[in-house]
């Protein structure tokens, strides 16, 4: 008979892999036709234009520093790759150049780094960034492997400080009654030793 | 053949069926004749599924349109050896050779099991069995290989044209031979929870299929960042999409296991956490599967979508709940018998090598999954990116790299504070020693710094240990120091052959800590053109491109740039990168034009240049990036593969006298240098 907990363990884990299902029913609503090994629909009409007017100042930043901050930017083509790579990578991404075009024009109206992102995040929202925001409920993203290891080490130093017993002190051993020569003891004791090792 | 291949499928279905209903109902009524059926099912099953991968093998070496899958996945003009190749290139084809490596391993692991396990294997066939047999029906009914179209074209769709390459023909078998193995220790941990026989035993016949399933994972794993960094043209070799962290996922489970296994070994702990280790290995690479074939992730490596997602999806349910509950069922039995010494010993090394190994994996697992998560709280899927998991995982990583060199200098059980003084000083001075000489040097890049610090006092961990090894040797012996090392190999090849393991990760994480000084620019050169730049080692480097060429070659069309590449003024080499349009045997397109990238490698940086388009004529559109180290990935990769291979070469039994002549061995000589790690 089962047992209520093996019961109860196994319902969990079941309905836990299970709501897969409902993830599973909505991506297959959303997504296109794919071909060959490449799971990757494009469509050019992900592009967004995103516009603010020049404030006259000049470039904001040098060639590098646009390079860098268009590593941050997620290509909206439907690939997995930032708008950096896809367009250098991908001559047929049509999606790449014209967020690419955005960002140098921005870049020449003036506008810092950070108020570019935030542009970008106003048109396309946050889906637009290579990574969760560090705060609102994205926090959970970057904290949750952190408290995870939090909680791992707690267990393992819970489960050390139970597993361990104090070892008998010397000074205890010898007092116990043994019939072992010392030269068997200088042989046990070699043999602790090559144990170590 | 064909016509025996499609039959040959149906009758292994019958046959995995007949083997799951026999040999689960044989060893609940322990009716012998019934477990024997259900063995000689699971043979004939293997066998039915060889003819049928044969029968699919032969439609696409002869181009037999009739079939979906060849048309889908060939062309007439494709090499012979992707028409090979591209039996795993789509869904039905990679099932069928999942099944296929699936039936062939429970095959020879019950064979071999047959007389050691007696107890245990009534419940394994069945268990693999039970896997052949879902593998099949998915197959069957779900993603049938042999489907036939209602018309003949002319000519297949072709394959790929990034899966026409060596790196691609070779990955996914690695990587499929190395998921798939996790299903017999699997097989046999449920065995050992439905018996009840918990004991070291089950785990010693588990060991060898881990270290298999580990080793074929890492060369998997390491031929697909070479055919990603050759083929794709992102510029790396890593870039945590989906895919690539589902494979990665199992690996880290089986380190972490073939870790532990050594505490439950010596110290009989760990007893619980070693069927969890195992479980989980094998719903992970499930779980990966599922991945890959669902579309529930998009990923530049998943498969094309399909009803599958919901049979991996029912499978995983299926064997989360059993074995949630056979665990949870079995936990009085799992109780460990050993207790702890003291805290500073090798078995706590061992857990905490263990938790950030876990750490990792989850990590990675919740990188993955938080875009659902995301969309499902908040009603927006974001993108979690390289950006992420580097930030989380390279102090992880970094941290398992330290404890790569703490563990082998602890003791089992405790350590005495002079034998740590003895056993730290050497490692710790090669650390610091490099440490301070790459400050001196210039090197600011803190987590590049911290790596090879680390890095060296894993090494001064290693070469302190050889050192012993082989002066211990030497003294005893009076053989040479390169003898010394040789024998010292083997004769202890699990714990030696481990210290090589972690020769390649010291290796492969100064590699991965060279990305910090990859510098990438984006350039339009005219024919004649000149670019200069200066690579991250400070080097002067001038490219002049040699025009683009636009040309005919076997099944495409390519256009390409060549660039003259000089360093510090000095003639180094010619790079070429294409663009390739790949054409089908009447002349007509197939798929989105492919990148082939130029790669001028050396042993500290790579030129690595990508065509990414051409403007009138002769301008071409460049990517140009300096790669460091990169080169030492795949050495590194090799090394950890090699260190693999010889943990697993089988021990010859030494106790076995040579024909002919038994010389007299003096007492202690026969377990010299075996004190396994």
Not at chain 1, 106 to 119: D, H, K, R, T
Not at chain 2, 295 to 312: D, E, K, M, R, T
Not at chain 2, 441 to 465: C, D, H, K, P
Request: hydrophobic share 50%.
């Amino acid at each position: 008979m089962p047992t209520r907990r093996g019961f109860l363990s196994a319902l969990g884990a079941g309905l836990a892999t299970a709501s897969f299902a409902r993830v599973l029913d909505a991506q297959q609503a959303v997504q296109g036709v794919n071909t060959g090994t490449a799971n990757v629909p494009m469509d050019e009409a992900r592009y967004r234009p995103v516009q603010l007017p020049s404030r006259g100042t000049g470039p904001s930043m040098t060639d590098a520093q646009r390079d860098a901050l268009e590593h941050k930017i997620h290509c909206q083509c439907g690939c997995t790759l930032d708008v950096f790579t896809c367009r250098t990578t991908d001559f047929s991404c049509q999606v790449s150049p014209p967020m690419h075009h955005d960002v140098m024009a921005l870049v020449a109206g003036g506008y810092s780094a950070q108020e570019i992102i935030n542009a970008f995040v106003n048109v396309y929202g946050e889906r637009v960034l290579m990574e969760p925001e560090q705060r609102g409920f994205d926090l959970t993203a970057w904290v949750m492997p952190f408290v995870a290891l939090g909680g791992g080490t707690a267990l393992v130093i819970a489960l050390i400080r139970r597993w361990r017993q104090p070892a008998a002190e010397p000074e205890s051993v010898s007092t116990l009654p043994m019939n072992a020569t010392p030269d068997e003891l200088s042989r046990l004791d070699k043999l602790v030793r090559h144990d170590d090792a | 053949m064909i016509l025996i291949g499609e039959l040959s499928l149906w009758v292994a279905l019958l046959m995995a069926a007949w083997g799951t209903t026999a040999g689960f109902a044989g060893a609940y009524t322990r009716r012998p004749e019934l477990i024997a059926s259900a063995r000689r099912a699971l043979y004939a099953t293997c066998a039915f599924v060889v003819l049928a991968s044969v029968g699919l093998w032969t439609a696409l070496l002869t181009s037999d349109f009739s079939f979906k899958f060849v048309a889908a996945y060939t062309s007439a003009n494709l090499p012979s050896v992707y028409k090979f190749t591209a039996f795993w290139a789509g869904q039905e084809g990679s099932l069928l050779f999942w099944a296929l490596i699936l039936s062939i391993y429970s095959s020879i692991a019950v064979y071999t099991g047959r007389k050691s396990n007696r107890e245990l294997m009534p419940w394994v066939v069945p268990t693999l069995s039970a896997i052949a047999l879902f593998f099949i029906l998915t197959l069957c009914f779900g993603a049938n290989p042999y489907t036939r179209l209602d018309w003949i074209p002319p000519d297949g769709r072709g394959l790929n044209p990034q899966l026409q390459n060596p790196g691609m023909a070779a990955h996914p078998p690695n990587l499929y031979l190395g998921y798939i193995a996790t299903a017999i220790p699997f097989a046999f941990a449920v065995g050992a929870l439905i018996t009840r026989r918990l004991n070291a035993e089950w785990l010693s016949s588990v060991r060898r299929w881990v270290l298999l399933s580990w080793f074929f994972n890492t060369v998997g794993i390491v031929l697909g960042m070479w055919w990603a960094y050759v083929e794709l043209g992102w510029g790396g070799y890593w870039a945590w999409d989906p895919v690539e962290n589902a494979s990665f996922l199992p690996w880290l489970i089986n380190t972490a296991f073939l870790h532990s296994i050594m505490v439950q070994e010596k110290r009989g702990m760990l007893r619980k956490w070693n069927v969890t280790l195992v479980v989980s290995a094998f719903l992970l690479s499930i779980f990966g599967t599922f991945i890959t074939r669902s579309g529930v992730i998009s990923s530049v490596h998943a498969f094309s979508q399909s009803s599958v997602g919901y049979w991996f999806l029912g499978f995983l349910i299926l064997a989360v709940s059993v074995t949630a509950y056979l665990v949870t069922t079995r936990l009085s039995d799992l109780k460990a018998n050993a207790e702890l010494e003291s805290i500073v010993s090798r078995e706590s090394a061992f857990l905490f090598n263990n938790l950030l190994l876990c750490g990792v994996a989850f990590a990675i697992l919740w990188g993955t999954l938080y875009p659902i998560l995301s969309e499902a709280v908040q009603g927006t899927k974001v993108t979690v990116g390289p950006p992420f998991f580097n930030t989380v995982n390279i102090p992880l990583g970094l941290g398992l790299l330290l404890l790569t060199g703490i563990g082998p200098l602890i003791a089992w059980r405790r350590a005495s504070v002079r034998n740590l003084r003895r056993q730290f000083t050497g490692p710790v001075v090669c650390g610091v020693l490099v440490g301070v000489a790459l400050l001196a040097f210039g090197m600011r890049a803190f987590y590049s710094v911290l790596a090879y610090a680390i890095g060296g006092f894993v090494l001064g961990t290693i070469i302190q240990e050889f050192q012993k090894g082989m002066s211990a040797r030497h003294r005893m012996y009076g053989e040479s120091y390169i003898v010394a090392l040789f024998r010292l190999i083997a004769r202890n090849r699990r714990r030696y052959g481990g210290y090589i393991v972690h020769i390649g990760v010291v290796v492969l994480f100064a590699a991965f800590a060279g990305l910090a000084f990859k510098k990438e620019f984006d350039v339009t050169l005219r024919a004649g053109q000149t670019f200069s730049a200066v690579d991250g080692f400070g080097d002067h480097w001038t490219f002049v491109s040699q025009g683009v060429s636009d040309y005919d070659e076997l099944n495409r069309h390519t256009t390409a740039v060549l660039l003259e590449a000089r360093r510090n003024g000095k003639f180094v080499g010619m790079i070429k990168s294409e663009k390739r349009q790949y054409i089908d045997s009447q002349g007509n397109p197939t798929f989105e034009p492919a990148t082939e990238v130029g790669i001028l490698d050396k042993p500290h940086e790579d030129v690595y240049t990508v065509l990414a388009g051409v403007i009138g004529e002769d301008t071409a559109e460049m990517r140009i990036t300096f790669n460091p180290l990169v080169w030492w990935v795949w050495y590194g990769g090799m090394i950890v593969a090699l260190g693999g291979l010889i943990v697993m070469w089988p021990q010859a039994d030494r106790r076995r006298p040579q024909a002919g002549y038994v010389a007299p061995l003096a007492p202690g000589l026969v377990d010299a240098g075996t004190g396994a790690a």
